[in-house]
């Protein structure tokens, strides 16, 4: 049997297996990798060299950005960043049908942007603006649905860690690049739901009676512009080269401190210790899971499997879009059952040549894969934003889920539009001078 064959089919049973019986994503990956290389490599060398693989697969500058967005996005979650937003949105969305739902939609954005987390989007927004809804006579799967479906947009609109993620493991992509592409196709998502919302809200009479004053107005702009600039300044740096996205994590750690210790002084100092540990607990898993992939990115490269995968798919057919369609097919199916970066690292190496085979660019890939990824997190049987989307919001899967389904199909649109018309992705990096 050829190598790569039966590496591949190592890692792959061995992988299924481990993560049925519950087995950690990252415990998994190093032992399929390390069984994986046994028919070539005597056991010894092959964790001597396992152990070197995971030093140097986080020994890399640019993962220090990792850390530094988690630990912003968790001051910001806790710093009374959501309320300032939500009534931000609320003034943008004005009295349109179902402007409860769409101000959820428009603070989901914004949120997860902020925080970088689809999860953090999900139980921030619905917590506050679900009861809300409920006062004014919307459904609870009606409001849940919507915040469930719009959570993950703030995965695609920068700054995002899965693309700093997608940078390392696709072997540099730029960061700035990638964070400039997520920008259409995240707010795409989020109007192709809005467009939902507004045929639903308009068939079930959910018609806003509320108004704001002009005084009010001004207030609520003025109370949410600290937040906003914070994507103004760090996006904008980066963009700018005034400093890396590395640098650019520090300046939004040290700038959403200032924000909620001493300008809406919503945190206290007593608080800090346990945002540091929070996020130094989320972080070490992440690096750990980094650190193991690379033993996997490294068997894959030597038993030539990427090469192997991309052979066949590309024996299928030698239609482009076809090809692009399974890939889909295929990403959407790893996000029902694996978390965002643990699949980013894998399926990476593996489809990036296919594509790039087929002339398709890196940042294109990238924004697609992701883009299909978020969807995951809102798909059972793994959906975390699903989950915390419907405990929020105080429903049932099986009953929101049927809400979910023109959603679905909306978001399905908008992947297809990213997947076959590459300037979506790719024109504000070419304005910008990226790709």
């Not at 190592?10 to 087995?23: H, Q, S």
């Not at 400039?180 to 639903?200: E, K, R, S």
């Not at 989307?389 to 389904?405: A, M, N, P």
Request: hydrophobic share 55%.
């Amino acid at each position: 049997m050829d190598i790569a064959v039966l590496s591949g089919l190592i890692i792959l049973i061995l992988l299924i297996i481990m993560l049925i019986a519950g087995v950690p994503i990252a415990v998994a990956l190093g032992i399929s990798s390390i069984c994986a290389i046994l028919p070539v490599m005597s056991f010894d060398i092959a964790v001597v060299t396992g152990a070197q693989r995971i030093f140097s697969g986080i020994s890399v500058f640019s993962l220090l950005a990792i850390p530094f967005f988690i630990l912003a996005g968790n001051i910001m979650n806790k710093g009374g960043i959501a309320i300032r937003l939500i009534n931000l949105a609320k003034l943008l969305c004005g009295r349109a049908p179902g402007a409860l739902a769409q101000t959820n939609v428009v603070a989901n954005m914004l949120f997860g942007a902020i925080s970088g987390s689809g999860t953090a989007a999900a139980s921030a927004m619905g917590s506050i603006i679900g009861p809300v809804e409920e006062e004014e006579g919307y459904d609870r799967n009606f409001s849940a649905a919507a915040n469930i479906a719009t959570a993950p947009t703030g995965l695609l609109i920068p700054p995002s860690n899965v693309m700093i993620t997608f940078s390392l493991v696709s072997g540099g992509t730029s960061v700035a690049a990638l964070f400039m592409a997520g920008y259409i196709p995240g707010i795409l998502w989020g109007l192709a739901c809005m467009l939902v919302i507004f045929v639903l809200a308009k068939r079930n009479g959910y018609i806003s009676t509320v108004k704001m004053t002009g005084k009010e107005k001004l207030k609520v702009f003025l109370q949410a512009l600290p937040c906003l600039l914070l994507i103004v300044i760090v996006i904008g740096g980066i963009i700018a080269g005034i400093f890396t996205a590395t640098e650019g994590s520090v300046v939004a750690v040290v700038y959403s401190l200032i924000l909620s210790l001493f300008f809406y002084k919503s945190i206290k100092l007593k608080d800090l210790p346990k945002i540091f540990k929070d996020s130094a607990e989320m972080t070490g898993i992440i690096i750990f899971l980094i650190g193991v992939s690379s033993i996997m990115s490294w068997i894959m490269a030597f038993t030539q499997i990427p090469t192997a995968i991309s052979s066949a798919l590309l024996g299928l057919t030698d239609n482009k879009y076809i090809i692009l369609l399974i890939i889909n097919i295929l990403l959407l199916f790893v996000g029902t059952f694996m978390d965002m970066t643990p699949a980013c690292l894998i399926f990476t190496p593996i489809f990036l040549p296919v594509c790039t085979a087929l002339g398709m660019n890196t940042v294109h890939f990238g924004i697609m894969m992701i883009f299909n990824l978020c969807i995951g997190t809102i798909t059972p049987p793994v959906g975390t934003t699903l989950f915390v989307g419907v405990k929020v919001g105080k429903v049932k899967i099986e009953t929101v889920f049927r809400q979910l389904l023109l959603y679905f199909a909306a978001i399905f649109a908008v992947l297809l539009l990213v997947t076959y018309i590459p300037q979506l992705s790719l024109w504000l990096p070419s304005l910008m001078g990226y790709v």
